[in-house]
């Protein structure tokens, strides 16, 4: 079946430093990539999307880009504060189908 | 707008008792999922219901039964709580393929 490969499990930086997330995925007709927080003891929550027809997306101190021939997409993070700790999800659909979602980075900021 | 809303927030099980979580959403969406969440793991689906009259099997739909209300409501049913089903359950929905929201989630302990 379809999937989409999250990297890494788990992250660790400086308060300040910036943090990277990878996703791969499988299904060459998705084109809608959301990103996902979740704060502990509380649902996931979207952050930033970015859709197949565009490269590169930024709101911010977050920003994703996709290269659609490699399949990949990521998530950057910079000047990271300790809030952002948390676990972040990765996830890949098209229109009419269901979202699969990658197993999640958990991040830890360093104060 | 309450966006999406799952009671109860907390629920003691023994083992072979039944129970229903319910969740309702107000903005309109057709799609609505149930997932679970184990300690330090990643979404798992376990049944979505795609539009209003219809059902279907996630990931992990073993112990589970769905039912579609209406638009707004869907419930998630144990027929036999068994230990293994202790977790945090997310209701979410969406519109197929987009965005989803998530509830505040349940969160089920079965001794």
């Known amino acids: 079946g379809e999937n989409v490969e999250q990297h890494p499990s788990t992250l660790s930086v400086q308060e300040g430093d910036s943090a990277v997330i990878k996703c791969t995925y499988s299904d060459s007709a998705s084109n809608y990539f959301p990103w996902y927080k979740q704060e502990l003891g509380k649902g996931p929550q979207l952050i930033i999307d970015?859709?197949?027809?565009?490269g590169e997306k930024k709101d911010q101190r977050i920003a994703v880009t996709l290269n659609k021939t490699a399949k990949h997409f990521s998530l950057h993070i910079t000047e990271t504060q300790p809030e952002d700790s948390a676990v972040y999800f990765c996830a890949a659909s098209r229109e009419g189908f269901k979202t699969i979602f990658g197993a999640g980075t958990r991040l830890f900021v360093k104060a | 707008n309450a966006g999406v809303t799952q009671t109860p927030k907390f629920q003691v099980l023994k083992t072979g008792q039944s129970m229903t979580l319910q969740c309702a959403q107000d903005?309109?969406?057709?799609?609505m999922y149930w997932y679970r969440q184990d300690p330090g793991m990643g979404l798992r689906l376990i049944y979505y219901s795609a539009s209003e009259g219809t059902t279907d099997k996630g990931e992990v739909p073993n112990g589970y039964n769905v039912s579609r209300l209406n638009k707004r409501e869907f419930s998630l049913r144990l027929e036999s709580a068994a230990p293994s089903q202790t977790s945090v359950y997310f209701c979410?929905?969406?519109?197929?393929?987009?965005?989803?929201?998530f509830g505040p989630g349940t969160r089920l302990l079965v001794l």
């Open positions: 903005m309109n969406h057709n799609s």
């Open positions: 979410a929905s969406s519109e197929m393929g987009e965005t989803q929201y």
């Open positions: 970015i859709r197949s027809n565009v």
